[in-house]
């Protein structure tokens, strides 16, 4: 019978829009092999150019150190240095290429703003701060950023992009006590009603903090 995560209204949705689309040609599937054909897309990732925007964006590990206080008094200063491994993480420009560079940026505020209410009755206006394009700080960036002068001959638009981090642990498993405590990326360049549905895909995970227990 197989496994029964599936639910029926997956099956449902499989059958309907994709084997019986007008487009799908359900004899190619005669001899698919899942193993296969997952072997052909590990292949083809592993030869993706270095320089393509979607291939450089790789998960790298590393080692890193922290400093642990101690109640001794050194000359080289108070602490004992402990190294950490399992550190795993996207660089932060890598990612914003990426993110550029997917169709999801097209809803992207480039260029910031100040959002003003004037009251029906009073006639008084009201500054509005609802989106962090639309904060002085962000418009204040902005016009820093377009009074540089340009030496690079690149005749893009220069934009300001907005990096929001958050992080909190999170359980891998409704059962045991499997965990992660990863890195999230958001963009304050979307509207904060597209960041918070949790379908729009706007959450970039771009590290994974190891979990590390110290005994004395």
Known sequence: MGSTLKSNSEVTRLVHDVLQAPDFNLPDLSRFDA???AARFNIAEKSIP???????????HTIIEISIPTREKKKEGNGLTFSVDGLRYRPILDVVRAVFAEASSKTFHLTPFKR????PVTGRE?????ELYASDVWNQAHNE???????DGCKLERVVAGLMFWSDSTRLAQFGHA????????FGNLSKYARSNPESGCCHPIAFIPSVGFFF
């Open 35 to 37: 193993s296969r054909e």
């Open 50 to 60: 270095p320089e393509d925007v979607f291939g450089i964006d790789r998960w790298k």
């Open 116 to 119: 003003l209410w004037r009251s």
């Open 126 to 130: 009201q500054r509005v701060y609802d």
């Open 145 to 151: 950023i377009m009074k540089q002068r340009r030496d």
């Open 179 to 186: 965990s992660a405590w990863p890195i999230y990326l958001f």
